[in-house]
Structure formats: structure tokens, C-alpha cells
């Protein structure tokens, strides 16, 4: 197999280990990998979906077609020095498409048309490399922002690996990914810890969460996630979600002022409009990538 | 079944039948039903789960040994008039219990003795008396919040039938009730709402449901529940709602302040306390209310 594609993989935990093992089921690619716990490499290797651990990111730089940054977008200011002479195609797995375009024009400016930032939007609340799922992304939606340097070839390649994957590639600009996702997911994650926090701090959890019907139940699963991740993404999504906390602010002081004024009518007319939008979000949504 | 008690329902929806279904399995009971949709009545006679339908709220509160009030709570004031001489235990199984125990002491003062206001913490997001599932309240709470009036004996039949259904009985204030609830449920589904609200207000709703992975698919599902109940369950619960609405958002604020202060410390602090709580709520959540 002289000729595949040598994927070289940046922290082997979930994403990672996962985008590995569903390379590994599709068959045509070799799969290398760096993570700084050299555990991670062993098992990921004991599980035969990784070809060629490398115990520094130099030598898998040097060897990789194309890299795929799959670590905490805090660890990026200190991978990208040692990919400035690297001769591929990067791509990355991040939250929030800001910082890596950032952090390479930054760190490695020479990498900028070779950059094709990626997001599968696809969650897991499992965490490691030994949990690595071959079909976590089939049917998700990958959403790619490339750069308007970024060359075609090199958007080629990211699209033609993530649809061995099974994924659902679309693409749109850095600035418009990062001001949907901070709707979609951000500021959601964020009224689910914030609304947590709030409940907990009324002193006696248990019976709290005992009354958990509904309602909570769902919002509290979300503030399950994991806390270092998420401060990252708000901190590094800090614009967009700052607008968004003030205009959803103002929409709940709007409510609030409607229940206060008991005006049934306007309140009435407020949640059968977000009952049509979800209903109509029921409608269109394919049934495939419910998870 | 001459001694069996007679138990009337009025109001034969979901909950209803579902109370009327869960009662038939247990046996003992003789069950009749008044609703002022009388297909709805005939429904349920046909299911062989009423045994005896009223066309009026007179002639079923002239036979019944306890009457249960399973309809939306802005029909009491038509209802209550027609109790006043009722001889009878009065439950009902609103989301918010000070209503009941308003509507009782202004519309049929004599029967305070003998209310038991009750709250069963189970949802569906079904509709009908032909959804009606004798297994609804299985394992799941019911909250009882007798008046200090209340006598034993009533307290006791309301809690004999809630057992005979499957459900776990709970004792507690009308004032807490609708405070744990304030909490629990409604803030959350409020927040939902607005959510839901807020984000299709941006325009492209298509495009803004269509990423919404993780966070935004459980905030959406609460959205879709009945716009007029959950009017009617805010506008009764005012009080605690708006003193809760205007906690969040002072907790919103702060956090918005730590993440344009990027103050990771202390964000990571607030986030990990929240997920902390929600740890311990999945701790010692029995798997059986799990729905």
C-alpha cells in the first residue's frame, strides 16, 4: 500500500481514535499517529487501527500527507511551531474554526493555503481512545471552512476522508460556522450550566433533582459534558456568544415582562410561534442523524 | 362491586384515561367520567375503561366518592360551582397547586376539608383519551400538598389511588410545591422556549436547526409541548417564576462578565461545580424514573 494517503493524527482520544478506526474500516488509507500520552499510542496500535505510532510530532510531520489536529484547541500554540515545515494538507476537529485560523497564520503562515479547518458535529459523552467508535461520524454533518487562500486540491483531500468516514460534508465560511454553532450549541450549553449552577446553589440538590421531570432532565444532561472543553469554546467564541447572551436576555426580560403584565395573548402567541418553528424543524429534519 | 369506590373523573384526556386505565387494571375501582367533548366520553366507555359516563358535571358529582379534576386549570371556575355540594374527597392534578386551592376556597369554601390538591410528575408529549396508558404513572412521583384543613382520611383515599396506579407518593407544601417546580420545570421549559424563539427569529430557521447536534436538539424537544397549558402554567406560577427568571439572568450576567473578562479560572470553577451537580443528580437518580 505504497501509495495511500498517510493520514497522520494529532491526540488519539475519541475524535481521534475514532477518525482512525473508521480509516482504518474504509481501507484505502495509513494511519499514523502522535499523542503526548504514549498509552494512548499503545492502545491505540494494540487495537490495530493505528499503523505507525510517533513519539514526537516531528517525525509525524514529516511523514503525513495530511494532519489532522484532533487535541484541545488550547494545545494549538504549541503544536503549530513544529509543523512549519511541514509539506501537507491540515485540517483540524474544533469546536470553533476562529482559532486555528488564528494559530496558523500566527505559528505557521506558510501552512494558511494548505489550512482546511473542520468541525464534525457529532458528540459523545464517552472520552479516550479505547472508546473509539469507526461510525461516530456516519451521517453527521462535517462542516469545512476553508480559507479563500486555501487551494482546492487541499479541500479535495479533507472532503474525500471525511466522506470515507460516512459524514455529510458542507461547507461555509469561518465566521459564519462559529456565529451558528455559538446558537445551535454554545449558548445552549451555557443556559444548561448556568441554569444547573443556579438549582444546585439553592442548597438542597437532592430534592432539586428529585422533581426532575421534563424540563430539567434534558438540561442537565447537557451540563454533563466536559467543563475544560466548553470554557474553551465560550472563551474562544467569546464574541458571538457574548451577542447572544445579551439578545437572549433581552428575549427573556421580554417574556418575563409579558408573564408580570399576565398579557395571555402575547405570552399565547410567544410559544405557539416556538412551538411552529420546533415542529417545523421536526419536519425537515432526516431521521438519520437523530442521536 | 357494590362497595368498590366510585371514583369520577372529570376531564378525560391523557391524564384522565390514563388515570381511568391504570384504575381498571387495579380492579377495586368503579370508574365515571365527564368531559364536555362527549366523543371523547364514549371513547373511553368503548375502550372498557369508564364504566359509567355523565353528560353532566352534576350527576357525576352526585354519585362519585372522590372526584378527580384533570382538566386544564382555567376551567375551575366553571367547574367549582358545580361542587358545592359535592359530599366527596377533591383532588386535581395541576402543574402548579395554589389555583386549585385558590379556586376551592373562593368557589366551594366547604370543601377544603376535603381537598387533596396532587400533582403526578409525568409527561407525555401525547394527547387524548386514546392515548390513554394505564402504565403512565408507574414508578413515577406524585406530589400531595394537603392543607393544613385537609382531613386524614381524604389525604389517605387520594394517596390509595395514586398507589393502586404505580406511582411513588410525596408529601409536601402547596407554597414548596410550586416553588420545587418553578425550579424544575417550568424555568426550564421557559428558557426553552425562548431558545427556540430567539434562535428562529434570526431568519434562516432551516439552517439553524439543521446544525443543531447535541445542545440545541434537547432544548428544542421541550419546546414542543402544548403552548396554552404551559401559558396557563406560567401565568399561575408567576410569582416564583419571576423571581426565578431574575436570578438566571443575574447568573447569565455573571458569566457573561467572566467570559469577556476571559477569566478562565473562575469559569472553569462555574462550570465544573454544574457539572458536579449533575454528576451527583445521575448518582442517586433511581433507574427507574428514568423517562
Redesign the interface.
Known sequence: MADSMRVGIVGLGLIGGSIAAGLRSAGQYEIHAHDLDSSALVLGESMGIVDRIHPTLDTLASVADVLILATPVRTLPSILPHLTQFEGVLTDVGSVKQPIVDAVLVNAPRLAQRLVPGHP???SERHGVDAADPNLFRH??V?LTPLDVTQADALARIQTIWMSLGAEVVQMSVDHHDD??A??????????????????G?GD????????????R???????????M??DI??TN?DA??R??????A???Q??KL??A?D?EA??E??????A??????S??PKSSES
Not at 447572544?244 to 436576555?249: Q, S
Not at 418553528?277 to 421536526?282: E, G, S
Open positions: 458535529v457529532a458528540g453527521h454533518k462542516i451558528v454553532l446558537q445551535t450549541s454554545h449558548l445552549p450549553h451555557l443556559l444548561a450550566y448556568t441554569l444547573v449552577d443556579v438549582l444546585a439553592f440538590e437532592r430534592e432539586v433533582f428529585e422533581y426532575a421531570a421534563g424540563g430539567f434534558d438540561f442537565s444532561r447537557i451540563a454533563a459534558s466536559d467543563p475544560e466548553w470554557r465560550f472563551l467569546k456568544l457574548l447572544l447572551i445579551e439578545t437572549f436576555i428575549a427573556l426580560n417574556t418575563s408573564i408580570e399576565e395571555a405570552l399565547t410567544r410559544l405557539t410561534r416556538a412551538k418553528a420546533r415542529d417545523y424543524f421536526t425537515i429534519q
